[in-house]
Every structure is written in C-alpha cells, then in structure tokens.
C-alpha cells in the first residue's frame, strides 16, 4: 500500500453521520457481519448498513437482547457468539461456513472498556481474549470472504495512545490494569488490520483500522461515573461534552472504511473522522491520529504469529 497515514479528502468528516456516507450507494445483495452489532455504535452500523440494503449477520454475546434491539431493522439476523470463547467463534463460523455464503464485509466491533479483572480459557485477559477471538473468526471465515473485495474493519480507539503492546506480559499476569488492558487491546485492533491487509491483498482482502471518535455508549459501563466526571466525559447538566459525538456519527467512520472506493490503495489504514488519519503529533486523545506502535509493520507481524500461536488458526499466512 502507499501514503499509509495521511489524509486522502474523503469529503466527509467528525461530524458525518453513517447514513450520510452511505447516501447514493446500493448493498443490495452483499452481506456483512457486525460482532456486538446490536448495541451502541455497533447497533447504529447495523441500522445504517441495512438501510443501504445489505444483509447483516450480527455476532451476539446475548442474542435476546440483539433480537430485541434489532426487531425492526430489516434484513438483520442475529447469531449467538461468545468471542472469548475460542469452542464457540470455531462454532458460529462454522454455521456461516456450512450456509456458503460470501461474506463481503467484516466490522470487528465489539469490545470491553476497563473492565474488572477477567481472566477466560486458559488464563486470558479478556480485553486481550477479544482480540483473539475475532483474530480467529476472520481466520476461520477465510473460505466465504468475498473474492476480489472483502473488507475487515477492526474498531480500534485513541485508547491505543496509552500503551503499545506489552510483550513480555501481554495477559497481565503480572499485575492488573484496566486501562491498560483496554489500551493494549485497541492497539492490537490496528496491528491485527495492518497485517491481515499484507496477507489478505493478493486475494482482494483488505482490511482497515478505525477510531469512531469520543462518544458515550453502554460500552463505559465499566466506568463509574464519578471518573468519567473527572475524565470530562459527562457534563453536569448531562449535555454532550465538546468533541463528542453522537452514536451515528460514531458509526459512521467504520460504515465508510467497509464501504468507500476511496480505500481500495490504502489497506491496513487507520482511519478516523471518515478520512486516513494523520500520524498522531500530541498526546491529546480528542484530537487523536495514530501513534507509531499502531502502525508498526514488525509489531503487526509479531502479533499475527502470537495469535495464530494461541488461537492455533493461520489461514492467510
């Protein structure tokens, strides 16, 4: 790919909604598959992709719940899938695999933010254990993924801006931190699109990293208030703070990653505000762009062979 992370002037922006920047374009007859598409950000690229006429596969952790929330999104269909359970992503794909139908887009969306300690399988973190699991549903669906155009976008955040990866303790074994865990975790989201892009290509498969932007969703549940009150995530008379967003316009970076013509020479991008986002110059979240770490080539690889290792699924190297 050239010109990884810099702007390419999309023509949309922060405050872009996803059905603006899916206006004019007709999915009729491609499916894609949201995981966590049924809540918050993702429930709005379910709504928004199914509006343009593609078939949704949702990917839920409680299915009634999903079934719930998208009763009246049309062409939405929801499947039970626990991604820290490897026994269940090798379960749910295979039930795609056996339908045999090609799979056009994948949007890796859901995700934990700070949660308490949770260890899964043999021992995983569970910010970590998500990673995993979707590192082995693109894997195991490798045979139904769209010829010639598949696309994964992997949700990341400017949470990366606070940790790299952690070698020599990616589980924390050594000592829990939340945070830390989170911002670990959406590192990997974009090392895991940099190098699925450097295999997947030769076979129409790209892949693409994004920030959604700063916006309150079920996913700071984990968070108690009186520390997004201190982080300025909450104003005191419950407005928006500035520079945050709605949950459409949050969608709407992922939808245009899946969808735009304007990416097809800038696979393994990271994106934000609905455009290739810039190397990041501060520390400052809000404003955001891409650390070094997120980008990095040999950490993308170091991390696809340890994922591979443990989820013991490699279909594209």
């Known amino acids: ?21 899916l206006a ?89 933010m700070a949660c308490p300690e949770t260890r899964v399988g043999p021992g995983w973190e569970a910010h970590f254990a998500l990673h995993l699991g979707h590192h082995a549903l693109v894997n195991h669906l490798r045979p139904v993924l769209a010829a010639g155009g598949a696309r994964v976008v992997a949700v990341s955040s400017s949470g990366h801006f606070l940790s790299g990866m952690r070698w020599d303790d ?17 590192t990997a989201a974009a090392l895991f699109a940099v190098h699925l892009d450097r295999l997947g290509a030769a076979a129409g498969v790209h892949a693409y990293a994004v920030h959604p932007g700063s916006i309150l969703t079920p996913l700071q549940r ?10 300025g995530w909450i104003t005191p008379d419950g407005t928006p703070p500035a520079g945050f967003k709605t949950p459409r316009q949050g969608a709407a970076t992922a939808t245009w990653a899946a969808t735009s013509p304007l990416l097809d ?16 110059t501060t520390d400052d979240m809000l404003v955001g762009g891409v650390k070094p770490w997120a980008v990095d080539p040999d950490e993308a690889a170091r991390l696809w062979k340890l994922s591979g290792e443990l989820t013991g699924v490699d279909a594209f190297s």
Request: one cysteine or more.
């Open 1 to 21: 790919m050239t010109n990884r992370q810099h702007k390419i002037g999309s023509g949309f922006g922060a405050w872009s909604t996803a059905e603006e920047v």
């Open 24 to 112: 004019g374009l007709d999915l009729t007859g491609r499916t894609a598959l949201v995981t966590g598409g049924y809540s918050g950000l993702g429930l709005e690229i379910t709504r928004a992709l199914a509006g343009a006429g593609a078939r949704v596969v949702v990917g839920a952790r409680r299915p009634d719940a999903a079934g719930a929330a998208l009763r009246d999104v049309p062409r939405a269909e929801v499947g039970p899938l626990d991604l820290m359970d490897q026994a269940d992503v090798r379960r749910f794909s295979g039930d795609l695999l056996e339908k045999g139908r090609a799979i056009d887009v994948v949007i890796a969306n859901a995700g934990v």
């Open 170 to 186: 990616v589980h924390f074994r050594g000592g829990y931190d939340g945070w830390l865990a989170y911002a670990q975790a959406k």
């Open 222 to 231: 984990h968070v108690p208030l009186e520390e997004q009150a201190a982080l």
């Open 265 to 280: 020479d800038h696979g393994g991008a990271y994106c934000q505000d609905c455009d290739v986002a810039e190397p990041a």
